[in-house]
């Protein structure tokens, strides 16, 4: 069973930065597109950023010029640079799999909270 670990969340002051990890419990050599997810309260989970082996990457409009989604496929993990951070950011967040037939078990997720 493939675990998730996602790490690097906190409570910043809007336009503050903060890097998100999120480890797999696999090789994700395999899995072409990895994305970041978050929830926030109340709402459902969306998609964030998605990234391919190759390196495309793909952004939500909201997170477009703010976020960077990279990954080490030598570590099995994957990254999110997220700047200038806005309150509207506060969310859990939570990496996976992207484009595909199915998902891993959702990991624990790392709640971003942004201060206004």
């Known amino acids: 069973q493939v675990q998730l670990v996602e790490s690097g969340g906190g409570l910043v002051q809007a336009g503050g930065s903060l890097r998100l990890s999120c480890a797999v419990s696999k090789s994700i050599l395999s899995i072409n597109t990895m994305g970041w997810y978050r929830q926030a309260p109340g709402k459902q989970r969306q998609w964030v950023a998605t990234?391919?082996?190759?390196?495309?990457?793909n952004y939500a409009d909201s997170v477009k010029g703010r976020f960077t989604i990279s990954r080490d496929n030598a570590k099995n993990a994957v990254y999110l640079q997220m700047n200038s951070l806005k309150p509207e950011d506060t969310a859990v967040y939570y990496c996976?799999?992207?484009?595909?037939?199915?998902?891993?078990?959702w990991g624990q997720g790392t709640q971003v909270t942004v201060s206004s």
């Open positions: 990234i391919t082996n190759g390196g495309s990457t």
């Open positions: 996976n799999r992207a484009l595909s037939s199915y998902y891993y078990d």
